[in-house]
Each structure stands twice: as structure tokens, then as C-alpha cells.
């Protein structure tokens, strides 16, 4: 019932930026969104949450300062932007929508998945 699908990610230069974006064609839009990173065989890092009345950010401590994360309601879609990007933030990314009895930065919060997509940090 929740179809999530992240676009925006590309190939960029260490110092870059690029703006990533999660649009939600489901039916379900209630509960809180979040972005993961996963970098090839590594778990899957907390990036950054964002409670569904919008008031609430949250970022993990590697991205706090470069990051951005925001949603527009009315496109039922959520951005992060990234800035300053170094050569560790290559990864793929992927939003989330959940509303579990964990915490926000913890992936079994959340319900749904969307596919990813690549950010690549070159010098």
C-alpha cells in the first residue's frame, strides 16, 4: 500500500552537492519518513528522520551540518539534501516510511522500503 521511489542521486565531486527525493504513490502517507545509506558490504546507516507533522529532524552524527532532509505534504515526497560530499558518503540511498515502536534511527521502525538510489563521491 506504500510505494516509495528515491531519484536525484548521480556521480559527483568530493565537495559537491546533489538533492535526493522520495515521492510516496501509495495509499498510505501516515508515519514517519526517513533516509538509510548502505555503502557496499556495510549495514545500513541512519542518515536522517523526519517525523510526519514535519516539526521533528533528525540526523545522524556523520552527516549533521551537511545534510538536510525535508518534506512537502502536498507532493507526498521528502528530500535530503547533501552537501559538502566526501568520498564515505558514496552509498545507496534509500527512504523509509514506518511508524513502529522503535526509535527513529533504527530501521526496524520502519514498514517500507523504496528501491535506492546511487550517490557516488569522486575526487
Known amino acids: 500500500q506504500v510505494r516509495l521511489a528515491e531519484s536525484g542521486g548521480g556521480l559527483v565531486q568530493v565537495g559537491g552537492s546533489l538533492t535526493l527525493s522520495c515521492a510516496n504513490s501509495g495509499r498510505i502517507f501516515s508515519g514517519n519518513m526517513a533516509w538509510f545509506r548502505q555503502a557496499p558490504g556495510k549495514e545500513r546507516e541512519f542518515v536522517a528522520a523526519l517525523t510526519w507533522s514535519g516539526t521533528c529532524t533528525y540526523y545522524g552524527d556523520s552527516v549533521k551540518g551537511r545534510f538536510t532532509m525535508s518534506g512537502d505534504s502536498a507532493k507526498n515526497t521528502v528530500y535530503l539534501q547533501v552537501n559538502n560530499l566526501k568520498p564515505e558518503d558514496t552509498a545507496v540511498y534509500y527512504c523509509?516510511?514506518?511508524?513502529?515502536?522503535?526509535?527513529?534511527?533504527?530501521?526496524?521502525?520502519?514498514?517500507?522500503w523504496g528501491q535506492g538510489t546511487q550517490v557516488t563521491v569522486s575526487s
Open positions: 523509509a516510511l514506518g511508524f513502529g515502536d522503535y526509535s527513529l534511527s533504527n530501521p526496524d521502525h520502519y514498514n517500507f
